[in-house]
């Protein structure tokens, strides 16, 4: 699909520098411009690169002003990155939307949709789904007896959402990722192997919830998982049974959650972090990259480390860790002496 300067500029209230028909179909990084391409300058430096881009549009800031002449096409706006994030939205809406019901999928005679829907081919919808209005379905998808899914929700390709798994309105979940699968539950038994423990809750993501490729989010023991409105899941993420995540958390890729820990809202968790079960992790906690939580943590605390200390602690620590062999040495002298 082909979009003219001024066309863009509509959509992004902005004022056109040159020539208003010019025409892109591709996204490019302004210092890998080709003709047909919409780019833009945010950080000054690649400002060089505007001078040179063979982009045929290209999004700047009004306060731009060019200091030797350009060919591309300019769109002044107010904050260039922002509206090159709203392009970029626009583009994705305009790219996922499909609309009707491919061939060949399964739907039970007991499943209800809503309006303007898409469900892509060999899609599996089970008994008592319910699907709301706009919701996307792409090929693969696998929903489970009585899943129930909210308005404007994106499921792509391969996705797998187990029987009674509850998903809110305007959610995106990418591919691969593994809901309400059972929860590791096992108990040792007297031959010294062990006995499942059955898995027979649930899980349930709120509004406005992103799930990232290949994360696993495990159905409850007893009750529901529960990932609260907002959050934002990274791919290859672990959540285990019985876990909560408050409003608006990020967690960046590879942390593993294990069972029943409760983390609060607001915070930020880095890639591969390490959680344990049965703790209770504050609001507004930032934890490092690849730190092992194994306590309680109160709220507005920043850790670092495995086991994790205070951000500003670790750091301290960090100074004498890589001294320790000359620390060493000088205390070996100091006991000869």
């Not at 002003?65 to 769109?75: A, G, N, R, V, W």
């Not at 979940?173 to 059955?198: C, H, L, M, Q, T």
């Amino acid at each position: 699909m082909k979009f003219t300067a001024q066309q863009i500029a509509g959509i992004l209230e902005g004022d056109v520098v040159g020539n208003p028909d010019a025409e892109v179909s591709k996204l490019a990084k302004i210092e890998e411009g080709f003709e047909g391409a919409l780019t833009f300058l945010a950080n000054p430096k690649y400002t060089q690169y505007i001078y040179t881009t063979k982009a045929s549009i290209a999004i700047v800031n009004k306060s731009f002003i060019p200091e030797s002449e350009i060919q591309t096409t300019l769109i002044k706006v107010d904050d260039a990155y922002l509206a090159f994030s709203k392009i970029l939205e626009y583009y994705n809406m305009v790219k996922l939307n499909k609309l009707g019901i491919e061939n060949p999928s399964f739907i039970s005679d007991s499943a209800t949709y809503g309006e303007n829907i898409y469900i892509g081919a060999f899609a599996y919808i089970g008994e008592n789904v319910k699907i709301g209005d706009n919701v996307k379905l792409f090929p693969n998808v696998f929903l489970g007896d009585n899943v129930v899914i909210g308005n404007n929700t994106v499921v792509f390709a391969g996705a797998k959402l187990y029987s009674d798994t509850v998903i809110g309105n305007s959610c995106v979940i990418n591919s691969g990722a593994i809901i309400g699968a059972d929860g590791f539950g096992f108990a040792p038994n007297e031959n010294g192997g062990y006995n499942k423990v059955p898995q027979t809750g649930n899980v349930i993501i709120e509004d406005n919830v992103d799930i990232g490729a290949a994360t696993t989010i495990d159905r409850a023991t007893l009750g529901s998982t529960i990932i609260r409105e907002g959050v934002k899941l990274d791919n290859q993420i672990q959540i285990a049974h019985n876990v909560e995540i408050g409003k608006n958390t990020v967690v960046a890729a590879q942390t593993g959650i294990a069972g029943s820990t409760k983390i609060g809202s607001d915070c930020q968790i880095g890639g591969q972090v390490g959680i344990v079960g049965h703790i209770t992790i504050g609001n507004n906690v930032k934890i490092q990259a690849q730190s092992g939580i194994g306590r309680n943590v109160k709220d507005n605390e920043v850790l670092q480390g495995s086991p994790a200390l205070s951000y500003a602690d670790y750091n301290k620590s960090y100074v004498h860790f890589k001294n320790l062999p000359q620390i060493i040495k000088q205390i070996n002298d100091l006991d000869k002496k």
